[in-house]
């Protein structure tokens, strides 16, 4: 283990302020374009609070003040952060982002999760955090590292655990976070004490046959998100590196690619930053800017493409305990019915009124106090 310190170059903050201020956005289709990307009047003002209010020190001296590690086995490197609760009686649990997220979507769940006393949760279970950037994202990432699946990347977190003396713990993931979460607890389900999940990563076949109502709402949300939602996916399953290049040239093409990401998936009735910090989503941005992580994120979906095997599969269920938060403008949200076919051992099934895809940024609270209700059970 090294001890890590994020520590950004004044030549890389005044080379990306320059690419801003020098990249084109063109405003065309502004009355056609609702539903069609992100819009020109919104990625304006994006990048023009990226540009002059932004600041990349702030967030990076916020995140500095934990204590941060890299985790190097058989070549591949990980970045983590472990922070320790000052309450008695501290669980481990491990926070697992996706994709196109980071270790920031982490930092105002992170106090409610250390010190729930200190932070009007009297009575909540206090935790020790394991946040890991997912290798080949962020700090985890450089060029000459392999890029990995993921189930690669649970074997590796499996090994960081044990390299750390946890031998039982907790995980909470969402987006590729629960694919990983679901897949470490098939493979160590002795070390894992149980997991959490605000994403069901539940097989996505349209042919299947509704047993009731529920089901039978869920494969027609299914089929709106399947036509007109992943056309992500389909790129990055098949021509990463294309896209790369591109996302990789310039900082404007970046932030619209993500940003739309974060419009279209967070629970904002089109007023994104009355729901999340604009300054932590473009410390996401930042960092896969200036780590150049992009076509490496997008490798779990190469893969994933390539493969005739679903990650999770009903043939080898997950036993260990697990707990779900439903939040509604989740991409996509199946019902007990189906999450019951791959998940043996449901204790807690939470369903919200508002929220989206990243609750950890959106919902930081109610997901804190879902994941204390979780555990709780399990015990």
Not at 29 to 44: E, L, M, P, Q, R
Not at 67 to 88: A, C, G, P
Not at 211 to 237: C, D, P, R
């Amino acid at each position: 283990m090294e001890k890590f310190k994020s520590n950004i170059d004044n030549k890389a903050l005044e080379d990306l302020n320059f690419k801003i201020t020098n990249g084109r956005l063109l405003d065309w289709g502004s009355d056609y374009n609702n539903d069609a990307g992100i819009s020109f009047k919104k990625i304006s003002y994006i990048i023009d609070y990226w540009k002059n209010q932004f600041s990349w020190k702030k967030e990076e001296s916020n995140l500095n003040k934990f204590n941060q590690f890299i985790f190097t086995k058989d070549s591949v490197k990980t970045h983590f952060l472990h922070v320790k609760s000052t309450e008695e009686n501290a669980l481990p649990l491990l926070l697992i982002h996706g994709w196109p997220g980071s270790i920031f979507e982490f930092l105002d769940i992170i106090p409610l999760l250390i010190n729930p006393e200190k932070n009007s949760l009297k009575g909540n279970q206090p935790f020790d955090l394991i946040i890991p950037t997912l290798p080949n994202v962020g700090f985890s990432f450089s060029p000459s590292q392999k890029p990995l699946s993921l189930q690669e990347i649970s074997s590796h977190l499996i090994d960081l655990m044990n390299a750390l003396g946890y031998k039982k713990y907790f995980i909470q993931g969402g987006d590729l976070g629960s694919f990983i979460a679901s897949i470490m607890a098939v493979n160590a389900p002795k070390n894992i004490s149980g997991v959490h999940l605000n994403m069901l990563p539940l097989p996505r076949g349209l042919d299947k046959e509704a047993n009731n109502s529920e089901e039978a709402i869920y494969y027609e949300k299914l089929k709106h998100f399947m036509k007109f939602e992943t056309g992500y996916q389909q790129i990055q399953g098949t021509k990463p590196f294309t896209l790369a290049h591109a996302l990789n040239s310039s900082p404007v093409a970046l932030c619209s690619y993500i940003a739309e990401k974060f419009y279209t998936w967070t629970d904002n009735d089109n007023d994104l930053f009355d729901k999340i910090n604009i300054n932590t989503m473009l410390a996401n941005i930042s960092l896969y800017w200036f780590s150049g992580c992009i076509g490496a994120s997008f490798w779990p979906y190469l893969m994933r493409h390539r493969s005739v095997d679903w990650p999770i599969d009903k043939n080898s269920p997950i036993n260990v305990p697990m707990g779900y938060s439903e939040f509604p403008k989740e991409i996509f949200s199946p019902p007990i019915t189906l999450a019951s076919q791959f998940y043996k051992n449901i204790v807690l099934w939470s369903s919200h009124a508002s929220g989206g895809h990243f609750a950890a940024m959106e919902k930081p609270r109610e997901l804190a106090i879902d994941i204390n209700k979780f555990v709780n059970k399990t015990q």
